[in-house]
Each structure stands twice: as C-alpha cells, then as structure tokens.
C-alpha cells in the first residue's frame, strides 16, 4: 500500500478554518490535509455542484462518438449495447438500453455468460450481433483489450464504439472509437471514473450537442452504484456524483430498488450500496447472468420489479451460500504454520472466487 502521510497543519491556519466553518477542530484538520483551507472549498466538498463536472468533450473521441450515435439515432439503426456482467457493467448497460429507448431507438443488449464465454467481448457476443444485423456495437466497462473480436466485428461491417475504463496496452483495436479517459493522448481531467460514469458522460455528451430535453440527471442513481461498487477513488467527480446519485436513489428509486429500500427501511447512505445492495445486484452476474440484473433496473411495472427483486435475492442467498463452503473448505486446506497458502477446489463455483 502506498501511504500518504499528512502533516499536521499550522495552528493559526487551523483557527481561521474552524472560525470561517464552525466545525470541531479535528474536522478543520481533516480538511487541511486534503487541501481544503477555505470557506469556498469546504462549501465545495460537502456540497459538490453537477455543474462543476468536466465537459464530456474534452475525452478523446468524444466528438466522433457522438456524431455517430446521432447518425443510429436520426437514422433508427439496430445497435447492441454490450457489457460486463458486474455491477459496474450491468448498470452501465441499464442505463444506455433506458437512454436509447427514451431516443426512440430499439436497442438490444448483450451481457457475456461468465461461465460460457468469460470477462469481456466475446466471439459469441460478436456473433451474436451480426446474426441480430446489428449495424453498431456500443461496449461499456469492457472492450480495451479485445483487439481479435473488434476485428472480428470489423469484417462483418459493424462498427463498434470502446467505452471503457480499464488501463490499455500498448495495442489497441481497431474500433470505430475509443472513449477512456486513461488512453494517451486524452485531455481529460479525471482519470478515476467507472465504466458507467464514462456512459453518462457519454448521453451528457449528446445530450448537449442536441440541445436536447433529455434529463440525464435521472440515472445518477446508477452512476453512484457502479462507483461505489466498482470502489473507484471518493475524489474529484465521482464525490459529486455520488452525493447527488444517493439523491436521486432515495427521492427518486427506480421500480427494482424498491424491495431493498423497504427492507433497509431507511434513507440509503454509501455504506448500504457497498455492502447490500451492491452485491444483491452482483451476485445474478456472479451465480446466473447478469441479464436479470439489467431487467431489473430498467423495468417500470412495479410488480413485475418487485418479482424481478426476489429472484436477485433468491440468487444472492445461494451466493452467500457457496462462498461460505468454499471458505470452510479453504480453511481446511491451509499449512497454519506457513506464511503462504495456495489452495484450489475442482468444485468450487468461480463465481464466487474474488
């Protein structure tokens, strides 16, 4: 771990802070240390505004990809939404199929079987869009490091848009483009964005080439889950969009959310997404398929939601299951007195494995 050590701030700065907030002097250290040393600052961090976010157009790419999924829209193209089958990946997906709709597109999406075909853009997924004569594949939270199957989709006529957040390599594909924050060349800012905060910069993006009426504000809510989630850094945008996303989440839930937030029975703080809903919403990826997730959050009838909820619960509770067998079995296969132990079961369900 790398640790950052802190120094202790000069005393007569600390007094002018604690004078200027009216908070505990502990609090006014904290503060100093993370260099917010004024009233304005303060006023920033714990009250983040949405128009402090960085324009969307200053990622690489961003341009291009906006002009071409204008031209899918004006022109009622078939395209796949495509992602992983994590938290990050199915709210990602969530939110683009319900943006798409609302744009009078008839998107399909496509989440990989983890047990079939593994992380990421598979042939099957690329096999599966050409057979759906998908004209456009949009990848979300994967796709970086699939140059053979972006080529793949290249031979059969269909573009194919990155929005990924993952490191690249040296190599990249050879996609129609590219939007990540963390490619060279790319001027953007922040670097710590999620899967699913890159595909809302993506609709804030054409949203305001459009001039549009679109409020994209409204699936905050999913960007803060796959933030949290995903345990992307609490600085920069991702604050803001969390503290408006719980907003959102709590003022504003969605149809799927309902049965959690009965059962916590109480407003919803990060600490709930992290350790409740968070991995309910993980654990169809993990056990089944990341699709029931998806139908989860984009489902509008309340009741059918509501059934949707108790499958992800059913789902979850067999992930507790099987991860505390597979606990008990490690455990019993460890060397106490060795300071290493690599264990492994030919039973044990991956879904469960880190």
Known sequence: VDWKISKQPETEILKKLQSNLNIPEFICTLLL??????????????????NELHDPFLMKDMDKTVDRLIQAIDSSEKIMILGDYDVDGTTSVS??????????????YYIPDRYKEGYGVSAESI???????????????????????IESANTKGIDVIICDHHIPDDSIPKAYSIIN????????????????????????????KLEGPEEVNQYLDLVAIATIADQMPMINENRTIVYH????????PRPGFHFFIRAIN?????????FNIGPRINASGRMKSGM????????????????????????????????????EEAIKKTDPLKFTNVVYGSNWNKGVLG
């Open 266 to 274: 109480r407003k919803i703080v990060e600490s709930d997404i992290a």
């Open 95 to 108: 939110m683009l199929y319900d943006y798409f709709i609302k744009k009078t597109l008839e998107p399909i």
């Open 245 to 252: 996303g719980l907003k959102e989440f709590n003022n504003n």
């Open 292 to 327: 029931i997730s998806v139908k989860l959050m984009t489902e509008n009838d309340t009741n059918a939601a509501y059934k949707t909820a108790q499958e992800i619960e059913s789902i979850n509770l067999l992930r507790r299951a099987k991860e505390k067998e597979v606990t």
């Open 127 to 149: 096999a599966f869009a050409a057979d759906q004569k998908v004209s456009l594949i949009l990848t979300i939270d994967c796709g970086i490091k699939a140059n053979d199957q």
């Open 181 to 208: 924050p963390n490619q060279k060349n790319c001027n953007y800012p922040f670097k710590g964005l999620c899967g699913c905060g890159i595909g809302f910069k993506l609709i804030s993006a054409i949203e305001k």
């Open 33 to 50: 240390q993370r260099n917010i040393d004024s009233l304005e600052s303060a006023q920033k961090y714990f009250r983040p505004n949405l």
